[in-house]
């Protein structure tokens, strides 16, 4: 039996380009467990993006295991190691049971009365006091689509606030605005099923073999059979994904745009175009061109600092592709330029008519498991169905939906996004924010400075979790609430397949849905709509779930077509699913039409380097037809880079054992075993110069803070390091010992979608004394 902690991704199943993907059923149990005397309950994988189809084991009220299911289209019954192991977090001891609230300045347990009280109590004299502008909500990815639904409703329709956003902001608001920037809407073009057809499959800073394993599978299991594609990989770091590719671009941090642009210019000077699809489907590519031409490989090789000769394969190979699939992840989106780099990506399979077939396609990917449903439900800043808060006619629709008025659904301007929040806290404007399934005193930049602003005594912390972490430390009122596998709902992977989550034990203690919670506080708010009704009529999941297939009917997100039992026993569907497509849609853009009509689409653009927003004229004029965009833009360096010798890039991101802080994944003992601390990893010629061999204590500065962590040397570029960002302090007495990347991290966002940039900070790294090590 395959050790899938030492092989991640398990046995080869090979199968050649045009075959279905062979089956392969991963299943874990507790000891002494017996699959034939468990009940079996239908899920899916929360641990990542992927979207793994799965079934919960439970026996005399526990959870006591999971399997792939072999029939769902996403993974064949293959299972992350996240998904083998994770589950063991829901049995830990210390869950959240019952309410918590502040008293004299401690935490102290209490019951859901009081908690509540004090909730609705302050929401109520802000209201009347300051107005709706004074809350705010900060979500997750890993809530359930019918929760993030209710939440949008309570806050724009209930509230009236326009300060609601979620974790995703940190993971892929740029997916999202790539996605809108080119085609007009948010919605992944392609599908996991082009990796069965791609002769070529680029991965632009996705480190797919950690962050998806079953994708990674998938691409494995293509190389290991007959006509294997060829790989391009993006990315510093000398990933598996670079150590299988055909050519491995390694460019120095914050230069992606640039690199775009190279291999922009040199498609188009060998005219390895598709001028009829050009034509056709898309405006904007003598602007393009003309941008691109100033970015020869010599002068982008320079900037980038990689080898010409390997930028000049990587362009050949991708302006030869017959099926070109092309992924792009926070490599992109956490650096800097980012919206612009990752659009070029776009701009690439555009030239080349990759888009809407078998093989061809683009995927903007996720972070988390439930980002999709954030940006669809309107839990991110967005209004709900893709609707276009600068089109009159999309809220008063959303008005008519709700039954409220139209002014009451905030859209004077941009929805509020996190780092202007936690600026609008920070400044007292907004007095409470209620944090629900995420952990932003580990997760978002300059952790001293984030910790500051939510210990505030004028800012009121409401903070909805399943384990107590830094952030719930910091809270006036903690709600426990029930984790996945403890309610029901759907959810909608990377490649738009909607998953449903079948309830499999209760929650423990006094532990509630977060449905629930969010619909018990909207009773005791009294929130109406315009005839007295309850504003939020639904209390289930299955009501909940109808009342979002009303909003998004007639959008590009269409769930019409779904239902519980449609999605109950088999695969899971890929919206759109409706009327007009019942079976789901694979591929989005097959017949060349966009959602970018400027009637219909969900955002007019923006400028690329400013981030100021196209106005619906200017747009209307530019593409009435509503064609492609291929938005171009120049690149610029960085607004923090190193300046000496001493001083390092420092990149941020995931292992393939730990999912976000840890706080499920580092409860499971075979995944906190393999990866039990954080660890920095530097080149062999920069440890070298600074004294440092493997194994070695470390200390990592910048100008906002110090973390240690053991040196790991080699596998990644010279003028780099890299951190995992999972590891926080729940688990640990610090002791002053920081092991938090987000310590280092820059307080700097992209122009266009807002996402902050954990990959472009400077640190100064040194060898540490073995005295240091207290709390490792």
């Known amino acids: 039996m395959t050790d899938r902690i030492a092989e991640p991704w398990g046995a080869r199943t090979p199968y050649a380009a045009g075959q279905q993907w062979p089956e392969r059923v991963d299943t874990e149990l507790a000891d002494g467990v017996d699959a034939d005397e468990v009940d079996w309950s239908q899920s899916a994988a929360v641990l990542h993006s992927n979207g793994d189809g799965l079934d919960i084991a439970s026996h005399d009220g526990r959870i006591v295991g999971v399997r792939g299911r072999r029939v769902d289209r996403v993974n ?80 724009r329709g209930g509230l009236g606030t326009n300060h609601v956003d979620g974790n995703t902001r940190l993971c892929t608001a740029t997916a999202e605005w790539a996605l809108k920037e080119t085609f007009g809407c948010d919605g992944q073009p392609g599908s996991y099923t082009d990796v069965d057809h791609a002769d070529v499959i680029a991965l632009y800073g996705h480190n797919v073999a950690e962050t998806q394993t079953v994708l990674w599978s998938r691409m494995l299991d293509r190389l290991a059979g007959s006509e294997p594609p060829q790989i391009i990989c993006v990315d510093p770091r000398e990933t598996p994904v670079a150590k299988a590719a055909t050519v491995h671009l390694a460019p120095t941090p914050g230069t992606n745009l640039a690199l775009m642009n190279g291999l922009l210019h040199e498609v188009i000077a060998h005219d390895w175009l598709d001028h009829d699809y050009i034509a056709a489907h898309t405006i904007g590519f003598e602007a393009l061109a003309a941008c ?314 923006k400028d690329l380097i400013t981030g100021g927003a196209i106005g619906p004229t200017q747009a209307r004029a530019a593409n009435p037809d509503g064609k492609a965009v291929l938005r171009a833009a120049d690149y610029t360096p960085p607004h923090e880079r190193p300046v000496d010798g001493d001083e390092l890039w420092l990149t941020t991101g995931r292992t393939v054992y730990h999912f976000h802080n840890r706080t499920k994944t580092g409860r499971a003992p075979q995944l906190n075993d393999a990866a039990p601390e954080a660890w920095v990893q530097l080149s062999a010629g920069d440890a070298e110069r600074r004294g440092i061999r493997d194994g070695d204590p470390a200390v990592i500065r910048s100008a906002r803070g110090c973390v240690q962590a053991r040196a790991k040397v080699g596998g990644i570029r010279e003028g780099a390091a890299f951190l995992p960002f999972h590891y926080g302090y729940w688990d640990t007495e610090s002791d002053g010992h920081h092991r938090a990347a987000n310590e280092l991290t820059i307080t700097d966002w992209d122009p266009v979608s807002k996402q902050p940039l954990f990959k472009t900070s400077v640190v100064r790294i040194s060898k540490g004394a073995e005295a240091d090590r207290s709390g490792w």
């Open 76 to 155: 064949h019954g293959r299972l992350d190691p996240k998904d083998l192991f994770g589950w063991q977090a829901n049995n830990s001891s210390d869950r959240l049971t019952v309410p918590l609230v502040r008293e004299r300045g401690r935490l102290v347990e209490s019951d859901w009365e009081t908690a509540m009280d004090r909730i609705v109590a302050t929401s109520q004299a802000l209201l009347r006091d300051i107005g709706p502008s004074a809350i705010g909500f900060y979500t997750s990815g890993q809530l359930m689509l019918e929760e993030y639904y209710t939440l949008g409703v309570i806050a």
């Open 292 to 605: 691109v031409a100033q970015y020869p490989p010599e002068r982008v090789a320079e900037i980038c600092d990689v080898p010409v000769g390997d930028l000049r394969r990587a362009a050949e190979i991708l302006g030869h592709a017959q099926r070109l699939l092309s992924t792009v992840l926070q490599g992109f989106y956490q650096s800097h330029q980012a919206t612009a780099a990752s659009v070029q990506v776009n701009n690439l399979n555009l030239i080349r008519g990759m888009l809407g077939r078998p093989g061809a396609g683009i995927l903007q990917m996720n972070g988390q498991p439930t980002a999709q449903n954030t940006r669809e439900c309107g839990a991110n800043g967005d209004l709900p169905g893709f609707r276009n808060w600068e089109n009159d006619a999309h809220v008063a629709e959303l008005a008519r939906l709700w039954n409220v008025e139209q002014a009451k659904i905030p859209h004077y301007s941009e929805p509020t996004h996190a780092m202007q929040m936690l600026r609008f806290a920070e400044q007292g404007s907004l007095q409470m924010l209620w944090v629900s399934a995420t952990n932003p005193a580990v997760s978002l930049p300059e952790l001293h400075r984030i910790r500051r602003i939510l210990g505030q005594t004028r800012l009121f912390l409401v903070v909805q979790d399943i384990f107590r972490t830094e952030t719930t430390e910091l809270a006036d009122v903690v709600l426990p609430a029930a984790a996945w596998g403890e309610k029901t709902g759907t959810f909608t992977n990377a490649d738009r397949t909607v998953h449903l989550s079948e309830k499999a034990v209760d929650p423990p203690g006094q532990s509630r849905a977060d449905l629930d919670i969010f619909c018990d506080y909207a009773q005791r708010m009294d929130f109406r709509d315009r005839d007295g009704a309850p504003l939020i009529a639904w209390k289930d999941p299955e009501s909940a779930f109808a009342a979002w297939q009303r909003c998004s009917a007639g959008r590009p997100c269409d769930y019409t077509g779904l239902s519980y039992d449609k999605l109950r026993g088999g695969s899971g569907i890929q919206w759109p699913c409706n009327a007009e497509h019942p079976d789901s849609t694979e591929r989005l853009y097959a017949d060349g039409e966009f959602w970018a009509k400027p009637d219909y689409c969900e955002s007019y653009g």
